[in-house]
């Protein structure tokens, strides 16, 4: 309904940021993500949002987020039954997005967990219903590879040959990341994560 605001930030308030968007103030809950990319007050931003009806309450509330990524993580975990729009926010901000989307497609509750308030039953909800689309998906798995272009092809070579032996994307990219350092070749690096499995 509304994709996204772009504006100044007018306030913030704890997870609260007023956007004034050409004379309208609107009132949305981030993450401390997507809090820590906005900037300071008077600075211009530019938010994806989701609007939020709760008919219970009758009370609608705006979530913003300052990547699509976030957005549909955010959506993927709403849709977890007894997961609810402050409950994503309040985990999105405990784990970063790369951590959170493995973290799910490995199995990990611990590392969900870290939310303030999410229970071992919920993180392993999180899990059941969200694992198979985690592993399928390939967008939350590309900020770890990074630096350079030449280290990016180098870390995407190890990828594959890591695909090809039986390994998960997550798995693969997981290893990668924990072993890996600037200027190794594929080869090195898919040694390196034989030799930690």
Do not use: C
């Not at 993580?73 to 989307?101: E, Q």
């Not at 229970?119 to 590309?142: D, P, W, Y």
């Amino acid at each position: 309904m509304i994709g996204f605001i772009e504006g100044k930030v007018e306030d913030i308030d704890g997870n609260l940021v007023t956007i004034n968007a050409n004379g309208i103030g609107y009132d949305i809950f981030v993450s401390q993500t997507t809090l820590d990319n906005l900037g300071e007050i008077g600075s211009n931003a530019k938010v994806w949002t989701y609007l939020n009806l709760d008919m219970r309450d009758g009370e609608i509330s705006l979530y913003g987020f300052s990547s699509k990524q976030e957005k549909k993580m955010f959506l993927n975990l709403t849709s977890v039954s007894g997961i609810g729009p402050k409950t994503a926010i309040t985990i999105l901000s405990a784990v970063s997005l790369y951590d959170l989307a493995s973290a799910i497609a490995s199995g990990d509750t611990k590392v969900i967990a870290r939310a303030k308030g999410l229970g071992k039953k919920s993180a392993e909800r999180i899990v059941l219903e969200l694992r198979e689309k985690m592993e399928q998906s390939t967008e939350f798995v590309q900020t770890p590879l990074q630096n350079s272009a030449e280290l990016e092809t180098e870390q995407e070579y190890a990828v594959n040959v890591l695909l090809s032996l039986g390994l998960s994307r997550f798995d693969a990219v997981k290893k990668i990341r924990e072993v890996s350092n600037a200027g190794d070749k594929a080869e090195d690096i898919v040694q390196k994560v034989l030799k930690n499995l």
